[in-house]
């Protein structure tokens, strides 16, 4: 049986749409929430002894909780300008890393929100809540 551990994970963010994806694998503690849901429309009809359902379309939003960094290019540099945003970013993640044939989500997404908790004992850290865009590309490291 193949393991893996969070410790691996892999996750990419772009600055603005059409920027640069830039790996935030360091400063990521976790990311909750992919691959989402998928909207079920109830088709339950008179004669049907159960409910029954009808595929609709892809759900999913997630969240990613970041180390605190306003280096360059590290998280909080990346993700600031959210609310200035105009157009959708992109993001890949890697559950167990980026050895090729793991799982790897990639698509487009809006920062919905951000929220900074701060603690005078505790180290800073920030969440970003965001929302897919479109659809989410299910495939695996190449």
């Known amino acids: 049986m193949a393991k893996a551990h969070g410790k691996n994970l892999y996750f990419a963010m772009a600055t603005i749409s059409g920027g640069a994806v830039i ?3 360091a400063y990521t503690q976790e ?3 992919l691959p989402g ?7 339950t ?6 409910r029954s359902y009808f595929p609709g379309l892809q759900k ?3 969240s990613v909780k970041f180390v605190f960094d306003t280096t360059s290019t590290g ?10 945003d105009t157009a959708v970013r992109a993001f890949s993640f890697g559950p167990a890393g980026t050895t090729a044939a ?3 989500y990639t698509g487009n997404c809006w920062i919905r929100s951000l929220d900074f908790p701060v603690s005078v004992t505790e180290p800073n850290t920030f969440t970003i809540n965001c929302e897919v865009d479109d659809s989410l590309t299910i495939g695996v490291v190449t």
């Open 45 to 50: 009809a008179g004669a049907d002894s159960g």
């Open 37 to 43: 849901e998928i909207e079920l429309g109830d088709v």
């Open 31 to 33: 990311v909750s929430g």
């Open 102 to 104: 793991l799982p790897l």
């Open 60 to 62: 999913a939003s997630f």
């Open 23 to 25: 790996d935030l694998t």
């Open 75 to 84: 998280s909080w540099d990346v993700c600031r300008s959210f609310q200035g």
